[in-house]
């Protein structure tokens, strides 16, 4: 099975929040990360969370982190037509070689 | 600071020709990654090299994938014999050093025809 696992759509209102969820498996992930990507482009690191922190916030972002459950969400406030991307998260564990990335999740933002 | 720089965009190959994809790091980094992303999927590890040296290659297929990355110059991943499976757009990222954050490129679309 996949080590890390997201929604495939979600669907929301410009100025509505939208919160995307991840979930993962192994218990030594050190850092979570959620990343954006907009069509035919690359990935933009979004923010990232140490896998001993609860929460984090960056202006509109919100990342909420349940460590009990292995559950990583971001909450995007008052969500603007130019969050529509897919957003992936992914976790990094103590040796930082490589990121397990979920199949990511599409944001389609209606105005 | 340029970023991850890769190059070409896109690729178009025939069955059973080969293809090169290049990557430049950002500058001051010496640890690249080597991604791909299938269509409707998340990134999957290939490869991480450092300087002249693979340190993990646990996501490379056992043939015709081959990565470097040369003392002067871009990382390199080159597929022989392509065939209509490795269609997929082909990521790179790097870092300074072991740390938590990777910068990635914009990618390589491959198509195999």
């Known amino acids: 099975g996949e080590d890390v696992e997201q929604s495939l759509f979600l669907s929301v209102r410009e100025g509505d929040s939208s919160v995307i969820n991840c979930t993962y498996t192994?218990?030594?992930?050190?850092?979570l990360y959620w990343y954006k990507q907009e069509p035919g482009a690359g990935l933009q690191l979004l923010t990232y969370i140490f896998s001993n922190m609860d929460m984090k916030q960056d202006q509109r972002l919100t990342v909420l982190l349940n460590k009990k459950d292995k559950h990583l969400s971001l909450r995007i406030a008052d969500t603007q037509t130019g969050d529509s991307a897919i957003y992936f998260c992914?976790?990094?564990?103590?040796?930082?070689?490589?990121?397990?990335f979920g199949s990511g999740t599409k944001l389609n933002v209606k105005p | 600071n340029a970023g991850v720089m890769q190059n070409p965009r896109h690729l178009v190959r025939r069955r059973g020709q080969e293809a090169r994809l290049r990557c430049s790091p950002m500058?001051?980094?010496?640890?690249v990654y080597w991604y791909r992303q299938l269509p409707e999927e998340g990134l999957k590890f290939m490869v991480y090299?450092?300087?002249?040296?693979?340190?993990?290659e646990s996501g490379m297929p056992k043939e015709r994938f081959s990565a470097e990355f040369p003392k002067e110059g871009p990382s390199i991943l080159r597929i022989q014999q392509v065939v209509r499976g490795d269609s997929a757009a082909y990521f790179c990222?790097?870092?300074?050093?072991?740390?938590?954050?990777?910068?990635f490129g914009a990618g390589t679309r491959l198509s195999v025809l």
């Open positions: 192994d218990s030594s992930s050190t850092y």
């Open positions: 090299l450092q300087k002249e040296n693979i340190i993990d």
């Open positions: 500058k001051g980094h010496s640890h």
């Open positions: 992914a976790e990094s564990r103590s040796n930082f070689n490589k990121f397990y």
């Open positions: 990222a790097s870092s300074p050093r072991t740390e938590n954050i990777q910068y």
